[in-house]
């Protein structure tokens, strides 16, 4: 990857994720060693492609919308996770992550 590629990476990061240019270049870096069944939604994601993924009946999507958070980075890391231990894929789709009352 050329240094320009880098670069736009690294803003796309700090731009979607919320994340300090520091924090970017660490999801960068990060983002080189996913598992091999995520290389290409990475790959993709870098081209400004979104592209469905699952895995045991959990996509990305699902993801997005369970936890409510809007950075696609977030939905491939805990997909990830899932990857690394099935296991903790099992009863996803039945948890719930809604947060009564106040958090402060």
Do not use: C
């Amino acid at each position: 990857m050329n240094d320009n590629e880098r670069e736009r990476l690294i803003q796309k990061i700090m731009d979607e994720a919320n994340e300090t240019r520091n924090m970017a270049i660490t999801t960068l870096e990060q983002l080189d060693k996913v598992p091999q069944e995520l290389k290409e939604v990475v790959d993709s994601w870098k081209k400004g492609k979104i592209i469905p993924f699952e895995f045991n009946g959990i996509t990305l999507s699902d993801i997005l919308e369970k936890e409510r958070v809007s950075s696609y980075l977030h939905a491939i890391f805990k997909m990830w996770v899932f990857l690394d231990d099935p296991d903790l894929s099992e009863g996803y789709m039945d948890m719930d992550f809604s947060v009564d009352g106040d958090l402060y």
